[in-house]
């Protein structure tokens, strides 16, 4: 697939107005993307489980306008309307315009809401590109679904047929174009994104579903997200992702990427819970350590960050317990372990742990399959 099979014209309908609903997750880096190139395309592969809990649920409505000079739209979140979202959908629509050549003859309405608190930290931008992206393609399905032209793919001919496929890769290859982690939030239960030779399929462009045999004891996967810090992060993960460029350690870290992806695929297979917890893990500090070695350096981990971490590190060695972490770029800590240890990991999370959240908030989640139309 190249950007070229993502434009389909003309669209043979018109429509007049309609209003789309669709629930995206939001989802948790195992090898972590951290550096990008011109377009969204990312500097290394990366793998995340898909969450469950933590989603973004979308509602666009859309009517029918004349003047098609500029893009119009209104954004609110939980019923509150958000101009300060909108520059970010500007550049949205900007960089996928070419894709969707629609978008500037119809008002929209972008209303959303999150089932995590807002301002909690947790990054609402997969989740919420992604759900737009969904709603986006569902205009475009529509708008090309009764008459078909000769271009289009199988799926704008029939709803049940297999190439969907071609349906989740544009969804996944323009919710990238607004937010890079945001491409792997369309399916489940973990997906690829980012060329590398030892993931078949794998693309720089959308999100896949790793191909591989994957062990039981990864298929329910659990995600306990401590919210640590819920303020505003000081750097963004954009201008974090730009001081990868000329970094010292930048051409090895992207190696090591494509290094953990290969060994992952054996961990994944057997069920290595050890090989998977010193993995993550490295992970985790690898992407917090290239922070503090860009120029400018940064921390976005605090205090009880590394309290919890610590923390985890001395249960797992008194109690063998399969607990880990993993952590985005932020304070937060996301606690990852096998579905057949939560009632103790559980109980030490409650007793240990939620001291060191702001607030003593935390949220439940686990591994999740993806994202869902609501109604159309
Ligand atoms: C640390 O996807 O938020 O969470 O593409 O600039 O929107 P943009 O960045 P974003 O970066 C996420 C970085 C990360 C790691 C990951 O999710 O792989």
């Not at 014209?9 to 018109?14: D, F, S």
């Not at 090309?144 to 047929?161: F, G, L, N, Q, W």
């Not at 591989?212 to 996967?221: C, P, Q, R």
């Amino acid at each position: 697939m190249t950007e070229q099979d993502f434009i389909l014209l003309p669209y043979p309908n018109t429509l007049e107005s309609g209003k789309i609903t669709w629930e995206s997750p939001s989802n948790i880096a195992l090898v972590k993307y951290w550096g990008k190139k011109k377009d969204q395309i990312p500097e290394n592969p990366s793998i995340s489980f898909t969450l469950s809990n933590c989603k973004t649920i979308t509602t666009l409505s859309f009517s029918k306008k004349e003047n098609i000079t500029n893009f119009e739209f209104d954004v609110y979140l939980d019923g509150e309307k958000k101009d300060d979202f909108k520059p970010k959908i500007q550049t949205f629509f900007e960089r996928i315009e070419i894709y969707l050549p629609f978008l500037r003859n119809y008002k929209f309405k972008i209303e959303t809401k999150n089932t995590f608190p807002h301002s909690s930290g947790i990054a609402s931008s997969a989740s919420g590109m992604s759900a737009l992206a969904l709603c986006l393609m569902s205009v475009e399905k529509q708008l090309i679904e009764k008459v078909v032209p000769s271009s289009a793919p199988d799926c704008y001919r029939d709803e049940t047929s297999s190439s969907n496929e071609y349906f989740n890769q544009k969804a996944s290859f323009l919710a990238r174009l607004g937010s890079g982690s945001a491409c792997r939030s369309i399916e489940g239960d973990l997906i690829v994104w980012g060329k590398t030779n030892s993931i078949e399929g794998s693309s720089n462009l959308f999100g896949v579903k790793y191909p591989y045999k994957i062990h039981d004891v990864f298929k329910a996967y659990q995600d306990t997200i401590l919210l640590v810090d819920k303020g505003k992060k000081q750097v963004s993960s954009t201008v974090g992702h730009n001081l990868m460029h000329n970094h010292t350690y930048a051409k090895n870290r992207f190696q090591q990427a494509h290094d953990n992806l290969e060994k992952l695929k054996t961990i994944l297979e057997s069920g290595d819970l050890d090989g998977f917890i010193a993995l993550i893990e490295s992970e985790a500090l690898t992407l917090h350590a290239m922070m503090m070695a860009s120029m400018p350096y940064f921390i976005l981990m605090k205090p009880n960050t590394l309290e919890i971490i610590n923390k985890i590190w001395k249960f797992r060695q008194e109690t063998g317990l399969h607990i880990s972490f993993t952590l985005d770029a932020g304070a937060n800590v996301h606690v990852l372990y096998p579905k057949n240890e939560t009632s103790e990991i559980l109980e030490f999370i409650k007793n240990e742990l939620v001291a060191q959240c702001q607030n003593g908030h935390y949220i439940y989640d686990q591994i999740g399959f993806g994202a869902r139309l609501i109604k159309n």
